[in-house]
């Protein structure tokens, strides 16, 4: 049983590699595979619209299916940097890892299959991931959509989210105003100095 979460991204990586039944698969999580199915099976629907009603239930159906089997790992891969500090260390590793991993699959599965709009939905998948990643680290970093001894039921994690995207929306609003604020102030020291 593993101690403590990894606080590096050195050492997040190594536990995945090295450890992956403790990292990913006692850490499957549920919550990633339910969530990201249904919205990436959407995306991928809407995507392969203007090829038609087939191709878009082909690509909804093997976006579903793809997400259901492998999301939950991925989900557990992001609760593995969650811990890392500095924070912004965890979030870029997440979001080039999980990315890296996660769509060169979904690009060969939707290759193979036959996805009508295979650009377009790949690039609309890869955004997706990006601030979805970002997201999700924020939200496990506030105690939500986590699985394991601090999870708690989805219910909870859905009942706090409208708060949750609210704080991580409004983020970068706040910490530009800080800067704003910061400089405001060095430019009148440097002011008063001269």
Not at 101 to 109: D, I, K, M, T
Not at 119 to 141: C, D, E, K
Not at 143 to 170: H, K, Q
Request: proline share 4%.
């Amino acid at each position: 049983m593993r101690e403590a979460e990894p606080v590096s991204v050195g050492a997040a990586l190594r536990w995945i590699v090295f450890h992956p039944w403790d990292a990913l698969g006692k850490r499957w999580n549920y919550k990633a595979a339910i969530l990201s199915s249904i919205s990436r099976a959407t995306l991928f629907g809407l995507t392969n619209l203007s090829a038609g009603p087939d191709a878009a239930i082909a690509a909804t159906t093997t976006e579903l299916c793809f997400r259901l089997a492998t999301s939950g790992f991925y989900g557990a891969m992001t609760q593995a940097f969650r811990r890392v500090e500095p924070a912004r260390a965890g979030a870029v590793a997440a979001i080039v890892v999980l990315p890296l991993v996660a769509h060169s699959l979904e690009l060969v599965v939707h290759w193979w299959r036959g996805t009508a709009v295979l650009g377009p939905s790949m690039l609309a998948s890869v955004l997706f991931t990006t601030i979805s990643t970002a997201f999700n680290l924020f939200a496990m970093r506030h105690g939500a959509l986590m699985v394991g001894r601090e999870g708690r039921s989805l219910l909870s994690d859905l009942a706090v989210m409208p708060r949750l995207i609210l704080l991580f929306v409004t983020i970068p609003m706040r910490r530009s105003s800080r800067g704003v604020a910061l400089q405001t102030r060095a430019r009148g020291v440097v002011e008063a100095l001269e």
